[in-house]
């Protein structure tokens, strides 16, 4: 079960990444932690941006932008760990 919550995790974190246009802003050891209100099948209610995280507003706004643009996030095979509420961390690696 532990191996497909981590299977889970990464690849919602890679959905929201490869929607996020990551502004001139934001440093390199970015690290925020990201809850996620979301229904089964991976549709995204909201998303906020929770501590620690050490980004500023621009950045804050720009990973909430992600996560609904990833919308719906990962569910199929992910049922037995689907959560409609879900803590994730956007640590962003160059």
Known sequence: ???LMTQYQLAVISSVERQWNKP???NNN????????????????????????????IV???IIAAIQKADPLPYKGFEKVFS???TFIFQPHD
């Open 24 to 26: 001139t802003s934001a």
């Open 84 to 86: 409609r509420t879900a």
């Open 60 to 62: 804050r706004k720009s």
């Open 30 to 57: 970015l690290l925020c932690y990201v809850k996620v209100r979301q229904i089964p099948g991976g549709g995204v209610i909201d998303a906020t941006i929770s501590t620690p995280c050490n980004a500023n507003s």
């Open 1 to 3: 079960m532990n191996q």
